[in-house]
């Protein structure tokens, strides 16, 4: 624990990555830690569920395809995906409250240039810019909770996963409000409104500061853009690719996307193995059951946000309201969502990780069915409801886990490359439902879609990593 000069923060206290901590009155509590930096990630959630909910007004206002709008959703996931290892790296230099900062100020910009855009071009763009600042902001706070110890740290990581799942879950409520109200421009500017939190970060200051710095991280030599330019183009491609009938994308176009997101493939590959040190470690993506957390992540998340893209439209048609009717209606999942993420910590306690994960993808595409074979709004609410809790219990199991597959050094950048795969499915979600939407039925869609989450589910039962490379726990595990 380092020390502090000048007057003592009452709430959160200096923490080194990759500290381990015991008890004891100087043993940070992981409730008020969860509490305090939990709010930090409110931005990210209420910005994907508020937009959902006006993405009919969107499309009609624009005169655009309702399936074009999936891209407000899509392209948020997309750059907070890509932010994410970004991040990661740069707490390596930086320390994660200059990354808070960064990120925050970015997610305001970009939010405010969406709600202003008079295009779906632009107003996408605006998406993407914010998306990374809320990207960057998540990975911040990571930081921090993965410095706990175990039961610390898994307590923390629910009330987050509790807080997001809730903010994303009544983010419906607020979008359908804001957009009846003040209209669907406002929904979007809604981040704007973070930036506040930003005198909140600043009491705490000493907290993030000595977190993550490159001496504790393995990521703190020469950056490597063209890695990270690579990982970039592989993700957008593919995002890319998923919606360009419900877009109209030209062939030629589509073949030039698909040539760059083959090239990338390769291009990964080859800096991987010639660089085992750059953007993306090869010890890292190497460590037993490291890509299996994320893919199972990424199934789970493509579950959720292919609901979350549906299901305001499917109930306004089965009840014939608006928006604020259909927000109104989603709202039972946010009491699931904080059920979930209250129940993370006592089931990893009785359950490995991957066990609760295969339980939690189960849910997502259990939800997802519900939603794509029964008809009304009820069952919409309920397999919305699943698959909230499955969002919100699989990040905080997964992120936890992340600390036990690889070196203390390597940690930063572990939680970055983890969140990346996790948030990338995010963006594949809503980008598939709207791709099959216009081939398919969009029931046919979502029934598709949920062969990601039974894959999820097939791979967290069949995996069985080992232990971190300086973890014990996770031998019991």
């Known amino acids: 624990m380092s020390q502090h000069t000048g007057e003592e923060m009452p709430m959160l206290q200096t923490i080194p990555s990759g500290t381990t901590l015991s008890g004891g009155s100087n043993a940070p509590n992981g409730r008020r830690l969860g509490l305090a930096l939990g ?29 074009a709008t999936a891209w407000i959703l899509a392209a948020w996931s997309l750059t907070s995906a890509l932010a994410m290892p970004v991040a990661g790296r740069l707490i390596a230099r930086w320390s994660p409250f200059r990354v808070l900062v960064a990120g925050v100020v970015v997610l305001a910009a970009g939010s405010a240039l969406a709600g202003a855009g008079p295009t779906l071009p632009v107003v996408i763009v605006g998406r993407l810019i914010g998306g990374a600042g809320a990207g960057a902001t998540v990975i911040a706070v990571f930081a921090e909770v993965t410095a706990l110890p175990g039961r610390e740290r898994t307590r923390a990581l629910g009330i987050i996963a509790a807080a997001s799942a809730t903010a994303s879950a009544c983010g419906t409520l607020v979008g359908g409000a804001v957009t009846t109200w003040l209209g669907w421009r406002a929904v979007l500017a809604l981040p704007v409104l973070t930036l506040p939190l930003l005198l909140v970060a600043s009491a705490g200051r000493r907290t993030f500061t000595r977190i993550g710095s490159g001496e504790q991280d393995g990521a703190a030599g020469r950056f490597d853009f063209v890695g990270a330019a690579v990982l970039s183009v592989f993700a957008g491609s593919l995002i890319t690719l998923l919606q360009a009938h419900s877009v109209g994308l030209p062939a030629p176009v589509t073949l030039v996307v698909a040539a760059a997101g083959a090239l990338a493939v390769v291009g990964l590959w080859w800096l991987v193995r010639r660089r085992p040190d750059g953007f993306v470690p090869l010890r890292v993506i190497a460590a037993r059951g490291f890509v299996s957390a994320g893919l199972v992540g990424g199934t789970v998340f493509a579950g959720y946000y292919g609901v979350l893209f549906l299901a305001p439209s ?8 608006g928006a604020l009717e259909a927000g109104a209606l989603l709202v039972p999942a946010a009491a699931c969502s904080v059920l979930a993420g209250r129940l993370v910590g006592a089931l990893t306690a009785r359950f490995t990780g991957w066990q609760v994960s295969a339980g939690l993808a189960a849910l997502t595409a259990v939800g997802v069915l519900v939603v794509a074979i029964f008809n009304g709004p009820i069952p919409v609410v309920v397999g919305a409801a699943l698959t909230v809790c499955g969002f919100a219990g699989a990040q905080a199991t997964l992120v936890g886990l992340a600390p036990e597959l690889v070196a203390t050094r390597d940690r930063d950048t572990a939680q970055g490359l983890l969140n990346f795969m996790i948030f990338l499915g995010g963006g594949i979600g809503p980008a598939a439902v709207a791709g099959l939407s216009g081939i398919v039925s969009a029931p046919a869609a979502l029934g598709l879609l949920a062969a990601l989450p039974l894959a999820g589910l097939v791979l967290s039962l069949t995996r069985r990593p080992g232990a971190g490379p300086d973890d014990t726990r996770g031998r019991q595990r």
Do not use: C, D, K, N
Request: proline share 11%; charged share 5%.
């Open 314 to 321: 499917l109930i306004e048609q089965a009840t014939g309201g």
């Open 39 to 67: 709010m930090l990630v409110l931005p990210q959630y209420v910005a994907l569920g508020a937009p959902s909910v006006a993405l009919p007004t969107i499309g009609r206002a624009l005169a655009v395809p309702f399936g």
